[in-house]
């Protein structure tokens, strides 16, 4: 009983799909694709799948599911299938879509397609997508819906009943109805909620929300998403400068951006793009992965200078070699722990000029607390090892050195990078790396050379 | 005017806040915190506080705010609060609270004090914080709300209303009603806004959507967040096994999980909690971090020993000890690279059984594909430096293998983990880092010892 849903539906589901799809069985598979599944069900599955299988499984999905299903993939395999349809198959997809919907999917066409597709709407909906696509995607009016139902303040909650009930349906995700002027400028929220609980002879004014303060349109969705989060909304009103009222945001595509957030920091550590297709391709997999390879070749190659300075002295005392990647480790995995926190702490907004200072003083202590630690341990396996005194208090200085470096560079690394317009995410591990190999290996081997020489 | 809400709100009641606790100007804070800030900004300004500001803050918040800032703190913040209240005090703060946020809170104190505020407490709350606690804090039950408005299917939509009507305010992110039959059994949603636009005089019965399944009580939370993804839902009902409404899972808490599940895999992987308070003091810090870098110093020395075994070879071929950390770095890349990706991967359910052998070709192609590419550059640079053809097929060799490996590992190891429960994004990549350091060394020292004997 754990697992009702998931037994019950998808997995049920998906083995006899993949049963279906092995046998060859293809009627079968179409029917239970496009009878049993939803098209957040379909998406998911064509994300699960290897190339073969999900170009096999887009070809048995129904003309009219085909335009729901691209709404829910993610970006790079939705690419994908947009690349090899015209626009007039395209033209006929998109009828249903919202206007933001619709803009996202655009963004990632040609210029060419995307005037051949504009030409075949309507012209009302044309220029609600051509507004849509004016703003970044990446910000609240890439975001925002311009399906908004609003009101005048001085009309009775009565009026504002029998004016829904005109509707056939009222758009998704509609907690409020926005209070506009005869200007379109917006004055206030009035939740659905709170008008069916008030005297139907109140008026609008009598009822709505005045203290929600409207999203600018140009603020960016990250920031949009932190609203969401902190006020629990379920849609929030866009405006201009001047507060005209330009649209609204809803929790729905709040939620992806709180997800694509997340999994942006997770992803860019490795080198990897939030947006990544699991399953793609071997030649597309080896050719991204080649150049984060290659990236990390340089700090390798550069931490192997380092070494090669010293070469006289290993020759020497050869322990040193076999020592020394320690250091350089330890050094590693502490900075990117101070790295990863200070990312996150940057993400959530915690962390601003007022705070950094105690941080850097923390994790300078926190450093030579954990070095002294560390730097006693290894200095006594290391002199139990190899029957040297010296050796154990160098490799224990180097420690030190090495996690205090770490400490500051995975501190002020982040905030210097975001100052300068570079994804800390991405760029940060690779430099700190860099540094803590070849201030770990400098340390060390410098320090022996000075004694041993 | 990019950044209206940041500048207008945060930043400058922020500047202010930080200016008047400067000059110590107390009264000025208060006024501050307690007027203008919601119980969400508080929280966030906690949270970004060092611990004595953050101290001094606290108590500065006016007693009838704290229960709500206290619902927005991070678990760690919060249970450090929480611990300096007695049970009196703990009652009066959590009268307004949510059940399902009375039992999270619950849940951080120890067992007597539960005791002691429930005894506070009215016969009726208690019994419903009582059945929220019976249930695990991550599955659906420790997320669901008991405040539901719940309707029969055959009365009429004018009923309906007017029954609504009497109420003072429904509770909060009420999208829809849930209708039920007279044993309580689950039996549709009625969706407010369908509601609107439907004739007053049909049945519930005839507006209900009955296509949407309810939640398991035992359904684990991630399960719960990827429904409310794919389904785009506001709230939903959950029912126990026998299909007896319980209560009503809402996306505020929804979104947390999905913040916080993401947090996860990012924090782990650093081995960080994604709990982790940002402005922890040093000793909280320096003793967290001493842990996980004992458990990395395990791997070091694990190399190190490796090393150790081929201390002869080097002694005699220092170039070695100059090249052998780029074959275990490069490793180290390519397999957290993979291993992130799968991670990801199976934290939003696209990697199963029937996947996975698709998965491991793949990679094992992509790391033999740039186990080549960059073995020929890696083995022309060596060959160049240490004017030694040799050491450039040594090094060529060791790469590919290395790479190989991490591919293989990097797939199969988070997999693995998963089935015997242990946390894939803690300790995978510290049981990967010790694969392909072992590996590297081995295999680049191991064929140099053979063809340099």
Redesign the interface.
């Known amino acids: 009983?754990?697992?009702?849903?998931?037994k019950s539906?998808?997995r049920q589901r998906?083995r006899s799909l993949?049963e279906a799809l092995d046998s060859g069985a293809l009627k079968q598979v179409a029917r239970i694709l496009n009878g049993g599944l939803?098209p957040?069900?379909i998406a998911?599955l064509l994300?699960?799948?290897?190339p073969r299988q999900r170009a096999l499984l887009w070809n048995l999905v129904d003309k009219d599911l085909e335009g729901e299903v691209l709404q829910?993939l993610s970006d790079d395999i939705r690419g994908y299938f947009l690349s090899q349809l015209n626009a007039q198959e395209l033209a006929d997809i998109i009828e249903d879509f919202e206007s933001d919907d619709l803009a996202d999917l655009l963004q990632q066409l040609p210029d060419t397609v995307i005037q051949e597709v504009l030409e075949t709407m309507d012209e009302q909906d044309r220029q609600r997508v051509e507004e849509v696509l004016s703003y970044p995607e990446d910000t609240a009016g890439g975001l925002m819906n311009t399906d908004t139902i609003t009101v005048r303040p001085d009309i009775s909650i009565d009026v504002v009943?029998r004016y829904?009930?005109r509707?056939?349906?009222?758009p998704?995700?509609?907690?409020s109805l926005i209070v506009v002027s005869r200007r379109d400028d917006f004055i206030g929220m009035l939740p659905?909620?709170?008008m069916?609980?008030s005297n139907p002879a109140s008026t609008v004014r009598e009822v709505m929300d005045t203290d929600i303060?409207p999203?600018?349109v140009?603020?960016s969705d990250t920031?949009v998403a932190t609203?969401?989060?902190?006020?629990?909304l379920?849609s929030a009103p866009v405006v201009n400068?001047e507060g005209r009222l330009l649209g609204r945001i809803t929790?729905?595509d709040v939620?992806?951006v709180?997800?694509e957030d997340?999994?942006h920091?997770?992803?860019s550590?490795?080198?990897?793009d939030e947006d990544?297709d699991?399953?793609?391709?071997?030649w597309k997999?080896?050719r991204r992965?080649?150049v984060?390879?290659?990236i990390?070749?340089i700090?390798?190659?550069t931490?192997?200078a380092v070494?090669?300075l010293f070469?006289d002295t290993?020759?020497k005392v050869?322990?040193?070699?076999?020592?020394?990647?320690?250091v350089?480790?330890?050094g590693g995995?502490?900075g990117?722990?101070t790295?990863?926190?200070v990312i996150?702490?940057m993400a959530v907004?915690?962390?601003?000029g007022?705070?950094v200072g105690?941080?850097l003083n923390?994790?300078f202590?926190?450093g030579i607390?954990?070095g002294l630690?560390?730097a006693a341990?290894?200095a006594g396996?290391a002199m139990l090892?190899f029957q040297d005194v010296m050796i154990g208090a160098i490799i224990a200085a180097a420690l030190v050195i090495n996690l205090v470096a770490a400490a500051l560079v995975g501190t002020v690394l982040p905030l210097f990078l975001k100052s300068r317009n570079i994804d800390p995410a991405l760029a940060g591990s690779v430099i700190l790396?860099t540094v803590t190999?070849v201030v770990g290996f400098m340390a060390f081997l410098g320090l022996a050379t000075i004694f041993y020489a």
């Open positions: 009983m754990t697992d009702i849903l998931e539906q998808a998906l993949s939803s957040s069900d998911h994300e699960s799948s290897p829910y009943l829904l009930r509707h056939r349906t009222l998704p995700m509609t907690d659905i909620t709170k069916l609980v303060e999203i600018p140009s603020l920031k609203l969401f989060e902190r006020y629990d379920i400068e929790i729905d939620v992806d709180i997800r997340a999994d920091s997770l992803m550590m490795a080198g990897l990544e699991t399953f793609a391709p071997v997999t080896t992965r080649a984060w390879l290659g990390n070749l700090t390798a190659l931490a192997s070494i090669g070469e290993i020759a050869v322990a040193l070699a076999v020592l020394m990647p320690i350089a480790s330890m995995i502490a990117s722990q790295l990863t926190l996150r702490g907004g915690q962390i601003s007022a705070n105690w941080l923390r994790e202590l926190s607390l954990n630690l560390w341990v290894v396996a090892w790396t190999d």
